[in-house]
């Protein structure tokens, strides 16, 4: 299973990263939206672990995007963010966002989150 992490803060990304790597989870990272897009292109892509606020494309405009296009339109998306704020929350959700995690988080809660979102992925192609 390959994961997508996207968030403008490397140290966010690394950090990320070593959670779900610690599973046995691929990882791929992006800058932002723009670059996430880009890296899509180039790969089996299960998941996406994206940050609200990057600069040139945020983490909505990006669900968006992905949403809009049949061929990423079922991949999950679990945000992850310092919004705590209820309307970012639901236009997350209006959006398309799959799962929505408030930071600081923990391994186990990234984890948990993206086994969750894995589990339902494989649940609906059933």
């Given at each position: ?15 990320l ?72 929350k ?34 609906q192609?059933?």
């Amino acid at each position: 299973m390959k994961i997508l992490i996207v968030d403008d803060c490397r140290t966010t990304r690394k950090l990320l990263s070593l959670y779900v790597k610690a599973k046995g989870f691929d990882v791929q990272t992006a800058e932002n939206g723009l670059d996430a897009i880009e890296k899509l292109a180039g790969g089996n892509i299960n998941l996406i672990i994206t940050d609200l606020n990057m600069p040139f494309m945020d983490g909505i405009e990006l669900t968006r995007t992905l949403r809009a296009d049949p061929s990423y339109s079922g991949i999950p998306v679990l945000m992850v963010t310092t919004e705590k704020d209820a309307e970012e929350k639901r236009r997350a959700a209006e959006a398309g966002v799959s799962g929505f995690i408030v930071k600081p988080v923990s391994a186990d809660d990234v984890v948990k989150n993206v086994r969750g979102l894995m589990k339902n992925m494989f649940e609906q192609e059933v």
